[in-house]
């Protein structure tokens, strides 16, 4: 028989060998699953049960508690539905339900075979090495006692060795199997919906919520001010409207909406001044904003507000069907989908005063209803790809008062005629890259506006109260000494860049309320 031949076989062999370990493996883990499994005294039916620490009783010990007394009346429990890993491993879970398996049992039949099919998977490699590859017949291979001697030993070391290592395989395996199931995985997730809604009531005014390891609920109308940090909800349940002072709120939580108001009546967040509150969801669930309300919505105030909308096509400040109202403060918002969206069928969005910038994966304001800027920054910036824009409204927006850029991809949606203030849109021939410095001035050589693209963009709107009759000139690149702020400088000087050209021309008259380029 030829070396190659040979050679060949013996590789085919080893595969076999290989396979055929590894399916005696799966083998001992499935068997001692199935075993530990009936052996369970854990029911796994009911995850509410296992996330508020609740075991259930077998028939046996539910007979004899009914004969012996009369249950107690239950303690009232406060509901805490985060469903986090750290919560659940806290709750009493016992300690043989960490998943299928508790522990290896190897039978000796299982013993056997793994012995064999090492000893036999041995020889051939440590053959294959004596052997130089069948370079050597199996003679002139073991014609030296010696190589006979070393071919124990080595069976011995390989044989011990493959088994300690096929024993430590089987336990890391096991470890795995102990985390909780995909499946009880999804349940959670599916049941989060259905109980985020529950948590402790508060009825102080004052509210740390540092203090607090679940979900918190306000059910009572008034004044609250909160502060601290904390990593789960804030829910509004009332029949009255709520105003929420946020003191230095810090609020992260990877399920669900940060601050919820379930109910239809009004929620105003207030921003205390000289504040900074940042708020991070995260997950997906039935509240996909990380501020989200049924009822009107309004924030007020003169602190900063960060919200960073990380829910699965999440948006970072929405209602179910109710009107958006901003009246100050300072709001930084980033989102997986729209930055604020007024929902369903009578969303209204009104910008009246503060400063908004909003960088969205998705429209940078969306109402489905309209939209109206009185006063105030607005720096929205829509998807840099797709049909989004920084402004979508079904019912068309008004600006009449402040100052406004938005920048979109393709789509382009204009201001009414009937705003008050002066608007100018841009359909550019090819997009502009984020980052780019871009400046609106006039014929004076006087500023409109500068800023930093947030995305790349194809569409712009710009509006000013400084925008009056005239001809103007839009540029990109070149330097701003001014300070940058929520990528809009203020009180610098433009050095001149490279002017854009826009359907041949270099320069553009406004004359009317709305101008499009």
Known sequence: MSRNLKNIIMIILVITL??????????????????????????????????????????????????????????????????DDKVIGNRNM???????????????????????????????????????????????????????????????ILVVGLLVMEVYLMKNNSNEERKIPNDMEKTQKETLAEDVEAGKDIV??????????????????????????????????????????????????????????????PLTINL???????????????????????????????????????????????????DITIDGGNIYIESNDDGINAGGDGGKITINNGTVYINASGDGIDSNKDLVINGGTVYTVGSPVGGDAGIDTDE?????????????????????????QNSVCFSLDSAVEKGTLITLINENDEVIISFEASENFRTLIISSNLLEEGTYYLYRDGENTGKLENGIYYDGDYTKGTQITIKNNNSFNVSSKVTSI
Do not use: W
């Open 94 to 156: 016992p300690e043989d339900f960490k998943g299928h398996s508790k522990e290896i049992k190897l039978d000796s039949k299982y013993i056997i075979l793994f012995g064999i099919e090492n000893l036999f998977l041995s020889l051939i490699i440590i053959y294959l090495i004596m052997s130089k590859l069948n370079k050597k017949n199996f003679k002139e291979t073991f014609e030296n006692g010696d190589k006979v001697i070393i071919l124990v030993l080595s069976l011995v």
């Open 272 to 322: 205390l001044e000289n504040t900074i509150n940042t708020l991070s969801d995260g997950g997906s669930s039935e509240y996909d904003a990380c501020i989200y309300s049924v009822g009107p919505l309004t924030i007020s105030g003169n602190g900063k507000l960060e919200v960073y909308g990380n829910q699965e096509e999440g948006e970072g400040i929405a209602t179910e069907t109710n």
């Open 18 to 83: 290989i396979s055929s370990i590894y399916l005696t493996l799966e083998n001992v883990r499935k068997e001692n699953i199935i075993s530990n499994d009936n052996n369970s005294k854990f029911s796994l039916t009911s995850m509410k049960d296992i996330a508020n620490g609740d075991m259930q009783k077998s028939p046996k010990e539910d007979i004899n508690t009914t004969m012996e007394n009369p249950p107690d009346k239950p303690e009232e429990k406060e509901n805490n539905n985060q469903f």
């Open 396 to 420: 068309g927006f008004d600006i009449n008062g402040g100052l406004v850029i938005a920048l979109g991809s393709d789509m382009l949606e204009k201001p009414n005629s009937s705003s008050n």
């Open 204 to 265: 102080e005014n004052n509210i740390n919520l540092s203090e607090y390891n679940s979900n918190i609920t306000i059910t009572n109308g008034g004044e609250y001010t909160l502060t601290g940090k904390f990593n789960y909800s804030v829910l509004v349940n009332s029949n009255e409207e709520v105003i929420l002072n946020l003191d230095n709120v810090t609020i992260e939580n990877e399920l669900t909406a940060t601050i919820a108001n379930i109910s239809t009546n």
